[in-house]
């Protein structure tokens, strides 16, 4: 009998909100998901449903004003992160919870060395001599594929590019071998090549810590079909959907993540000349429609989808939907 999976990351109903003005945006609402050791977890949503604002949240990152996480619990190794004192976080993030972020060209701070920048997260985290921090940043800086690693710590953002920046960030992120790396779009400023260098790379590092994992947020569901064992589905934000990912790939149960498979070029497309497309936009923040989410861009919209929003209900072992019509079945 195989030994229970162990709950590395568990995130129950997170709310973050962003105060402008008068109103009030609702990034993320009561998202609940969760990580277990040692697995690659993939988030996939298209841009503005609340994927990298719970990336943030699970960090404490959000910038308050005008953000705030207003509710929910983030339990990482028993502890909630929500409780804890801002210096014991501190000490958590960059070395037992990492984050590869989005934006290269604005993560790096643009007056001080790239080798001084990745320097400073090595020494902080980690009891190191000098030497040993110097050696650490090379050879980080030549894992993620830096060219003359040495000589490159001396020189500053601008002199790198994006794809570049992004290896630097890559270099920082995995530095103290993290417990949970949070991978947000690791890999959108690479060459195709380099992508699946970096995506080993950052599989390798998870195997030297036994209980390491990763949640990775990407928009590529080629990427997920390859690295991740399980994929949590989010829009509007709320997750949608959570299951294996092969049963998923094989019978996605919510509409949207099958509009998004569909979406695919070659996925079980019956018209060859014609390309599927999720019809219209992801509604304004502000003003998401009543009941489903989705219910604007729903092919099979019911008249209780307009009024009353689903919940997110196990239909099978380790299978979660949010849909009335998955949820009558």
């Given at each position: ?299 099979e919209v019911m008249p209780v989808c307009r ?23």
């Amino acid at each position: 009998m195989s030994a229970e999976k162990k709950k590395l990351l568990e995130v129950k109903g997170l709310r973050t909100c962003f105060h402008i003005e008068d109103k009030t945006a609702r990034a993320v609402d009561g998202v609940d998901f969760h990580v277990y050791e040692n697995e690659v977890v993939g988030l996939v949503g298209e841009s503005g449903c609340g994927k990298s604002v719970t990336a943030l949240s699970i960090l404490r990152l959000i910038p308050d004003p005008p953000g705030r996480i207003t509710g929910g619990e983030i339990i990482f190794r028993g502890k909630d992160l929500l409780k804890l004192p801002y210096p014991e976080m501190r000490k958590i993030r960059g070395k037992d919870i990492s984050m590869i972020f989005q934006e290269p060209m604005t993560s790096l701070n643009p007056v001080f060395s790239v080798g001084w920048q990745l320097k400073e997260a090595i020494r902080f985290h980690q009891r190191l001599t000098e030497k040993q921090v110097e050696d650490r940043a090379v050879e980080m800086l030549g894992l993620v594929g830096i060219p003359s690693p040495k000589a490159r710590l001396k020189d500053y953002p601008h002199q790198f590019s994006g794809g570049m920046r992004q290896r630097v960030m890559i270099a920082m992120a995995l530095s103290s071998d993290p417990a949970l790396l949070i991978a947000d779009e690791p890999t959108t400023a690479l060459d195709v090549t380099i992508q699946a260098q970096i995506l080993e790379l950052m599989l390798e590092v998870k195997k030297k810590t036994h209980d390491a994992a990763i949640l990775l947020i990407t928009h590529d569901l080629a990427v997920v079909a390859e690295t991740c064992q399980r994929v949590a589905v989010m829009y509007g934000g709320k997750i949608q959907e959570v299951a294996e990912v092969k049963p998923l790939f094989d019978e996605p149960l919510h509409p949207y993540t099958r509009g998004l498979l569909l979406s695919l070029p070659g996925f079980k497309n019956e018209d060859k000349n014609r390309l599927p497309v999720i019809e219209g936009m992801v509604p304004d923040i502000m003003s998401f429609p009543k009941g489903c989410k989705f219910n604007n861009r729903c092919p099979e919209v019911m008249p209780v989808c307009r009024e009353e929003e689903p919940e997110l209900r196990e239909v099978s072992p380790g299978r979660q939907v949010r849909c009335h019509k998955c949820q009558k079945k």
